[in-house]
């Protein structure tokens, strides 16, 4: 029984840079998650709230969860597999493979809740279930629209995207790299679109007169592959 708790702690640690770069996309999102399942400590909690900068915030979130042992660990990979997270962050399904793969035996249940089986997790990745036209538009399609992105980013996230001026002024905040921003500011229109956040709606969006971004920088949107 003692082996389990030590190899989610390991999983978790194994992947910490994975997930430090996939869970900043909305850092404070999964801090206001894994506190709600106090998954911090009090003064943890603060500690993280205080950090500025989302890669670092999302490191010390991981670090004070691996340090408050096998139960915290738990239950941190297990809001990661939860719907919200996987549904904020598509990148992050490949949590749910690496948990079955490397703690099968003590997660029988767990495996039995998912939609899927194990084998067609494995089977089909992710990225492949997410890359089709009409689907959610992926991780690596914002990153290239958002190096498309000119300074006139703001008046996209405004207008097109209907983003409040308050959310793109924390934004401008918490990046300093331009594409980061853009980034980020995608990033919040998926979170609020949710299932409505297809790479077609987004090429439309990004195609209106007044704010039109390139054909060629944005048709890759409308490919099936």
């Not at 549904?87 to 493979?97: A, H, I, Q, R, Y």
């Not at 006139?152 to 959310?167: A, N, Q």
Request: with cysteine; net charge negative.
């Amino acid at each position: 029984m003692s082996e389990e708790p030590a190899a989610e702690i390991q999983l978790l640690r194994s992947q910490k840079a994975k997930l430090i770069e996939v869970l900043s996309a909305d850092a404070d999102f999964v801090l206001q998650h894994a506190d709600s399942l106090c998954l911090l400590s009090p003064h943890g909690y603060q500690q993280v709230k205080s950090c500025r900068v989302p890669t670092q915030k999302m490191t010390d979130l991981l670090d004070h969860v691996l340090q408050r042992g096998p139960e915290a660990a738990r239950g941190l990979l297990k809001l990661l597999k939860e719907q919200p997270m996987q549904e904020t962050f598509p990148m992050l399904s490949f949590v749910k493979d690496l948990q079955v793969d490397t703690l099968s035996t003590g997660n029988k249940e767990t495996m039995t809740k998912r939609k899927q089986t194990p084998e067609t997790q494995d089977l089909i990745p992710a990225k492949n279930k997410r890359s089709n036209g009409p689907g959610l538009v992926t991780e690596k399609q914002l990153m290239s629209v958002a190096r498309a992105v000119g300074r006139s980013w703001r008046e996209i996230g405004r207008m097109g995207l209907e983003i409040p001026s308050v959310k793109l002024e924390q934004i401008e905040e918490d990046h300093s790299s331009h594409t980061e921003r853009v980034f980020a500011m995608l990033r919040h229109w998926c979170t609020c679109q949710r299932e409505n956040a297809t790479a077609a709606h987004l090429h439309s969006l990004l195609s209106q007169d007044d704010w039109a971004l390139p054909p060629e920088s944005i048709d890759f949107l409308l490919e099936s592959d």
